[in-house]
């Protein structure tokens, strides 16, 4: 059924409206040799990416400092899926088929120094989703020619690059690849509709969610299909979708508590419906810019500090906003397609639009590398359109493919360009923050970044431009604090670390590195006070409990300091420090066997420790001589 017929048929005129492509081996050859030819311009246009080495914000907790994905055991696969409700190594959402395929990577020799054999598996799943898109654009419409040219525009479009390059946003490929995977399995289904096919999509839809929850809408996707271009909503298939509905309330349920205790909800629109509706009309203007200007991309949208309708892709979304409605309205006597693609996008982006606070950007190329798909189909159902115009139709062909090949060698070029400014994470963050001055996090990594490396004139300098735009960065004072600590500019360094959690009276890294630098000075009493704060907020914390005993010993307040390596002794029970600063607090209480006895356990503990061993040393003197006439 042309996609342009009238709305009113009837449920057999709906049911034959299912395409059902060729199976005769000459389209069979046809088919595998336009996916391999799409599949290998995408994976040649986004080659540059196993040369890239940048690593951006959350690539630390996911593949650098995470003890599960860098200790590869079953042990670690069996914690990413029974760590429902708190994940205990990422901060944010159950994703455990996203966390096991990392280990897997690094278990393969990925490192955070050698990024090629992560990379190597963003760049497959990439290049597997422009093929499985050809495939359901081709069941859907039943035309080779029309599903391959427009996966192959999906396949290099820049707006692609943030999810291939960012390892960490190995999540939004794996879940695109089942869920593209499940809208293919369910036009199977829909061709003859079966119990296992549709248990198949299912799986697959499970498994999209459990790589990212942004997936979880795909159950009212189906029903948009349903509507068109397959044409088969009816009770029936609204009721066969009812245990998709159910598996996807449970697992929003898991992701909405599994981020809430692993890093909290809450962002800028939440709760507040002007601020939402402010949002849609921002990305409104944001994505149609994106989709067809992608030049000058930067991977980091921060949320503006104030959202107002004078801004201007607010505003440019206010005045769009109408004008689409009643385009859409116009296109509805005509066809379905446009109603129903940006219907499709729309509710594929849904999750990311703040409802739920996961995040503090406005918006994300990543965000939409699933959802553009709603955008291809009224793209596929022209391009099949202008196949099908009669006498002209062999002129209107040349003239799409002369014109979609050259969009795609455009955008070939840019996704290229855009790769390689991932060659190194110094190159990526000055590009970022050259292209987006007040993307402050942008900024305050580059810093962090020269202050590893001991740049600390540049890194002095990119902290100072944080601060002067965005003077309440509570994570900026911080690094800028520990960069005077280091020059021994220690009284303006205390003022930027009180500074900052005067802002952020939650930041434990504040708290704790002021007691440290306090610490160093000797002012035991006062490194005590910022100390307890830190402990407030992470009691089982190691490092902090030891810290605060030696200070709290430091100003003869044994009792205290006692109870704080009791903590510490409970979380490392074979650590010697600890046995021996706990020596010295039982000494200062004059509970000298009890020191003794702490003494002799750490000299089991490190036999060669020569602090353990001058201290009991110097015990067993004072007592013998205390036990002399």
């Known amino acids: 059924m042309p996609a342009t017929r009238a709305h009113h ?3 057999a005129s709906r049911q034959s409206a299912i395409r059902h492509p060729a199976t005769d081996s000459k389209q069979v050859s046809r088919l595998i040799v336009s996916l391999l030819a799409v599949m290998t311009a995408v994976a040649l246009t986004h080659w540059p990416v196993l040369s890239a080495q940048a690593l951006l914000l959350d690539d630390r907790q996911y593949i650098v400092d995470n003890p599960l994905v860098t200790n590869p055991g079953w042990d670690s696969a069996q914690r990413f899926f029974v760590e429902i409700l708190q994940p205990s190594t990422v901060r944010g959402y159950y994703q455990p088929l996203t966390m096991l395929s990392l280990m897997l990577d690094h278990a393969a020799g990925g490192r955070a120094d050698d990024l090629r054999v992560f990379h190597r598996t963003n760049l497959a799943l990439h290049v597997i989703n422009a093929g499985l898109l050809l495939l359901l654009l081709y069941a859907l419409f039943n035309s080779l020619w029309a599903a391959s040219l427009v996966s192959l525009l999906f396949g290099v479009h820049p707006l692609t690059v943030e999810a291939v ?3 960490a946003e190995r999540k939004t490929l794996l879940a695109a690849t089942f869920a593209l995977g499940a809208l293919l399995a369910y036009v199977w289904h829909a061709r003859r509709p079966v119990w296992p096919r549709l248990l198949f999509c299912t799986l697959l839809y499970l498994l999209a969610a459990l790589a990212k929850p942004t997936a979880l809408p795909l159950p009212l996707l189906l029903l948009v299909l349903d509507y068109w271009p397959l044409r088969r909503l009816r009770w029936q298939t609204l009721l066969e ?11 929003a349920a898991i992701t909405i508590e599994s981020q809430r205790r692993a890093a909290g909800l809450g962002g800028p629109a939440q709760g507040d419906p002007l601020a939402l509706l402010l949002v849609v009309c921002h990305n409104l203007a944001f994505y149609l810019k994106a989709v067809f200007w992608p030049v000058n991309l930067t991977w980091h949208y921060p949320f503006p500090r104030e959202l107002r309708t004078t801004q201007p892709l607010v505003l440019t979304g206010i005045v769009l906003a109408p004008l689409l409605i009643g385009l859409l309205i116009w296109s509805w006597r005509r066809t379905r397609a446009l109603v129903v693609g940006i219907l499709f996008f729309a509710l594929a982006l849904l999750p990311t639009q703040g409802m739920v606070g996961f995040t503090y950007v406005i918006a994300a190329h990543k965000f939409i590398y699933l959802p553009i798909v709603g955008l291809l189909l009224p793209l596929t159902a022209l391009l099949v359109r202008l196949r099908n115009a009669g006498s002209r139709r ?9 014109a979609v090949v050259l969009l795609a060698a455009l955008a070939a070029g840019i996704t290229t360009r855009d790769l390689r400014r991932w060659r190194d994470s110094e190159t990526l ?7 987006a001055p007040d993307a402050h996090a942008m900024r305050y990594s580059l810093a962090a970044l020269l202050q590893r490396r001991g740049e600390t004139a540049a890194a002095e300098e990119q902290y100072r431009e944080l601060l002067r735009r965005e003077p309440d960065h509570w994570m900026g004072r911080n690094g800028l604090a520990l960069l005077l600590w280091q020059q021994g500019r220690l009284e303006e360094a205390e003022k930027q670390l009180k500074e900052a959690v005067r ?8 708290y704790y590195n002021l007691g440290r630098l306090l610490a160093q000075q000797g002012r035991h009493g006062d490194a005590a006070t910022w100390l307890r704060q830190a402990a407030r907020l992470r009691p089982e914390d190691f490092d902090v409990q030891l810290r605060l005993g030696n200070s709290l010993v430091e100003d003869r307040q044994f009792d205290a300091a006692l109870a704080c390596y009791d903590v510490a002794l409970r979380l490392r029970p074979t650590n010697a420090l600890v046995h021996i600063n706990r020596a010295v607090a039982l000494a200062g209480l004059d509970r000298v066997a009890e020191a003794e006895a702490a003494l002799r356990r750490a000299l089991e503990l490190e036999p060669e420790n020569s602090a353990a061993r001058e201290k009991l040393d110097t015990l067993l003197r004072w007592r013998a001589e205390q036990q002399s006439p």
Do not use: C, I
Not at 429 to 435: G, K, Q
Not at 503 to 509: D, N, S, V, Y
């Open 9 to 11: 048929t009837s449920g």
């Open 165 to 167: 390059a960012w390892v």
């Open 241 to 251: 979708k009812l245990p998709l509905l159910a598996l996807g309330g449970v697992l």
């Open 394 to 402: 062999g002129t209107l062909s040349a003239g799409a493919t002369l």
């Open 429 to 435: 963050l000055r590009h970022m923050v050259a292209a």
């Open 503 to 510: 802002l952020k009276r939650t930041f434990f890294e504040g």
